[in-house]
Structure formats: structure tokens, C-alpha cells
């Protein structure tokens, strides 16, 4: 993926590490996702896609959590590796 | 019991060891139910330390406090309606940006608290270095590292739980600032909740909750003062108002 480019968390294949820029979320999806960790600032890491696609499994500081497209969709990230 | 114990009520993420700790303090001295009325698991269980009595509520393990679920919801209602002599917010030595959220939010709710750090033999095999002193100035509570697997650090878990209990250590728990506009509306709102409720509840956490548009909590307050033959209606009616 081209580095420094802004997209949302569903768009990445595995592998690629991002930075949380935003999160289009609001009340209390906002909260559980701030509380898992998905907070602006963030490095995550696209760690594996299920078979159909969907959920996702992420990387977020130390621990490994799945999303649906649901919510990976509106969080978006600079892209800065992978 | 006629003899007088002390509650120390056991709060962490999922994962932490929370559960290791528990099983270590209270051995066969344990019973696990429900909490009224949810299907969430109670585990209770009780110790001597010094000659003193105490009794351990193991909560469920949560990543917040914001009432995302019974878990949630039944660990908070504890804390802010039980207030147990001291809370003990378990981390994981390895992951410890993601649960100093729930010990931040924990030290919003009471100064009696005490973080507590397991894990610190996996995070030793890991190269992660914790400076609990330094924690400990930077958070405002005491901080006591612990192995609960190898059972290392109990003994100076238990005597700042003793020492809190008896009120010879206090705790100043540091507080999270926010904006100047929310600031501004919880110097409004902190008052009249005292009014209201009293010196009993932690005024600047309600009023958080309350900018948060958080319902759960307000239906908890108003289930418990009722309970409590506080007139109905009457607190939520008056809280509402004044948002």
C-alpha cells in the first residue's frame, strides 16, 4: 500500500501497519472501540483477513483483536508500513 | 459475622491474572453465585492478614467501565455503590498502555485504590522494565508489582492493603483534565450533585457520566437511592435539569 495514504481500516490487506487518524464512530461503539485501544495516534497492525473476508484481526497494543467491517470501515488510518 | 472486615474488591482487564490473585488470597475460603438479578458471575472469598478479617469480591473483568455490558455495568455499580475499603486494579505488566484506561477510570471513582502489577515475570522474559516508583508519582496511588503464578510481591500487596485499609497510607489518585469547556460544565454540575446526593459519591465521575449521555447510569443511581427511600423521580428529574 502507498505509505502516508488515509484509508479506512476495511481497505487494508494483511500486513500493513497504520496509524489512526480518525474515528467515524460515535457514542458507544466510539467508547468500546477507544477503550479496546483503536484511539487516534495508534499503530495497528492488519494481522489476518478470516477466509470470506470478514472479520478482521488486528493488532492493537499487544493484543489481538478481530472487527467487523462493520466498524473497520470507520476508522481510518495513514498507512506506514507493510 | 460480628467481627469487622475489610472489602477489598479485585478489578482488571480480561487476562491480567485477576483471577490467579483472588485464588491465591482466598485459597478454599471461597463461593462464587450471581450478582443480583444478572447473570454475571459473583466470586467472594475471604482472608485473615494481621489478625484482621477480610473479604475479596473478584469483579468481572473489563476493559472499561463505561457500562458496555452487565460485566461492565455490575463491576461499576460495586465500586460506586458498595465502596469497598479499597479497590486493587490489576495490569498486566506486558500491556500496560491498555489497562492504565481502566485504572484511570477506577481512580475517577474512589482514592481508595492500589495498582497492582502482575504478570512482571512475563514481562521480565519479555525485556519490559516496569518503574513502579515512578508510576506510582505519576499516578498519585501506591503501585505494588507482583508475580501471583510465582507468587512474588504478595506480601507488599497485602501490607499496602493494610495500610490503606487502616487509613495509614492515602492515596491522591491524579485526575485527567479535560477541555476548558468540560471543565467548565462539571464546576456546574459537581455541586448540585452533592446537593443531591451527598458527599458519598465521587460528584466529578457522575458528572462525566452525565455529559457522556450515559442513561445506564442514571437508571443505577435512581434504582439505588430509591432502594435507599430516597424520594422517586426526584434525583433524576433534578440531574437531568441541570445538564
Not at chain 1, 494483511?14 to 477507544?34: F, N, P, Q, W
Not at chain 2, 515512578?134 to 493494610?162: C, H, W, Y
Not at chain 2, 485526575?175 to 454540575?189: C, D, F, M, P
Request: aromatic fraction near 6%.
Amino acid at each position: 500500500m502507498v505509505r502516508g495514504k488515509v484509508v479506512p481500516f476495511s481497505d487494508m490487506p494483511e500486513g500493513v501497519s497504520a496509524r489512526i487518524v480518525r474515528l467515524d464512530v460515535e457514542g458507544t461503539m466510539r467508547r468500546r472501540l477507544l477503550d479496546l485501544g483503536f484511539i487516534p495516534g495508534a499503530v495497528i497492525e492488519v494481522l489476518r483477513k478470516s477466509p470470506l473476508g470478514d472479520p478482521t484481526a488486528f493488532r492493537v497494543s499487544h493484543t489481538t483483536i478481530a472487527l467487523r467491517r462493520e466498524e473497520s470501515s470507520k476508522i481510518f488510518g495513514e498507512v506506514i508500513g507493510g | 459475622m460480628t467481627v469487622e472486615s475489610y472489602r477489598i474488591a479485585l478489578a482488571g482487564n480480561p487476562n491480567t491474572g485477576k483471577s490467579t490473585l483472588f485464588n491465591l488470597l482466598t485459597g478454599l475460603r471461597q463461593h462464587t453465585g450471581n450478582w443480583p438479578g444478572k447473570t454475571v458471575l459473583r466470586a467472594e472469598g475471604s482472608f485473615t492478614y494481621r489478625s484482621r478479617n477480610f473479604q475479596v469480591i473478584d469483579l468481572p473483568g473489563t476493559y472499561s467501565l463505561y457500562s458496555n455490558s452487565a460485566d461492565e455495568e455490575t463491576a461499576r455499580d460495586y465500586i460506586i455503590f458498595e465502596k469497598p475499603d479499597v479497590t486493587v486494579v490489576v495490569l498486566d505488566a506486558t500491556a500496560l498502555e491498555r489497562n492504565l484506561n481502566l485504572a484511570l477510570q477506577v481512580m475517577e471513582m474512589t482514592d481508595r485504590v492500589i495498582v497492582c502489577v502482575n504478570l512482571i515475570d512475563e514481562a521480565k522474559r519479555k525485556g519490559i522494565v516496569v518503574d513502579d516508583r515512578k508510576m506510582a508519582a505519576r499516578l498519585g496511588v501506591p503501585v505494588v508489582k507482583i508475580s501471583a503464578r510465582n507468587q512474588e510481591g504478595v506480601d507488599a500487596l497485602l501490607d499496602t492493603v493494610f495500610r490503606m485499609v487502616t487509613g495509614e497510607m492515602k492515596a491522591r489518585p491524579v485526575q485527567v483534565r479535560y477541555s476548558a469547556a468540560t471543565e467548565n460544565k462539571i464546576s456546574r454540575l459537581v455541586p448540585r450533585i452533592q446537593s443531591l446526593i451527598g458527599p458519598d459519591v465521587p460528584a466529578r465521575w457522575i458528572a462525566l457520566r452525565m455529559l457522556d449521555g450515559d442513561r445506564s447510569l442514571l437508571d443505577s443511581l435512581k434504582a439505588h437511592w430509591m432502594s435507599r427511600g430516597k424520594g422517586d423521580g426526584e434525583v433524576e428529574h433534578d440531574i437531568s435539569r441541570s445538564v
